[in-house]
């Protein structure tokens, strides 16, 4: 447990520092003199670093999905709903709560934190996007442990459908344990927050 955390704030770190980064503004130390004039322009952040106050976040969408697979011999379905905080139009940090529908076992429920690059061609009435990023798995039973995606969606008349493959690497946490690898259609509609 103390080391998913610890490994859940080093991911997080860059995030929390490039947000702080772009947002905070430089600022002199004293007044300037009282013979010169300086406008509030001045003080403000050059206009490619001016986020409009949203704390460095573009835009908040969410999606559900569904992915079905095969895990140390057991069939599964698993639903999850995403919601994704883009910071620049190529990057966003995604939470995904799920839960996952075993065949013969226990269900198991969690969440999904990862980063994903993004690459978009198109506009609001239609478009493609492809992602890939790496992520941590946390879950109600078992480890918690990292995993790796990528997929594509096709948006067309403000519907969005796609897919793609997760694999989380439970090997990268426990010796000998099976990595599971789940394949996912995602359905997005005009869900902008």
């Known amino acids: 447990m103390i080391r998913s955390i610890l490994a859940l704030s080093l991911m ?4 929390l520092s490039c ?3 772009v947002a905070q503004e430089t600022r002199p130390r004293s007044l300037p003199p009282a013979k010169r004039t300086v406008s509030a322009d001045a003080y403000r952040a050059p206009a490619q ?7 460095g976040i573009d835009k908040i969408t969410f999606d559900i999905g569904l992915s079905a697979g095969n895990s140390s011999g057991f069939n599964y379905t698993e639903a999850n709903l995403g919601i994704n905080a883009y910071f620049l139009d190529y990057f966003a940090w995604r939470n995904s709560i799920f839960s996952r529908f075993v065949t013969g076992a226990e269900n198991v429920y969690g969440l999904d934190t990862s980063l994903r690059g993004i690459f ?15 992520g941590w798995r946390f879950v109600s039973k078992g480890d918690a442990a990292p995993f790796a995606e990528a997929g594509v969606v096709v948006k067309l008349a403000g519907i969005s459908l796609g ?14 344990a099976e990595n599971d690898t789940q394949y996912f259609l995602i359905l997005a509609g005009g869900g902008t927050l």
């Open 12 to 15: 997080m770190s860059p995030i």
């Open 19 to 21: 947000g702080l980064a």
């Open 49 to 55: 670093y001016d986020d409009g106050g949203s704390g």
């Open 120 to 134: 978009s061609v198109g506009n609001a009435a239609g478009g493609f996007t492809a992602f890939a990023g790496p």
């Open 163 to 176: 897919g793609g493959a997760k694999s989380v690497f439970n090997s990268a946490i426990r010796s000998g």
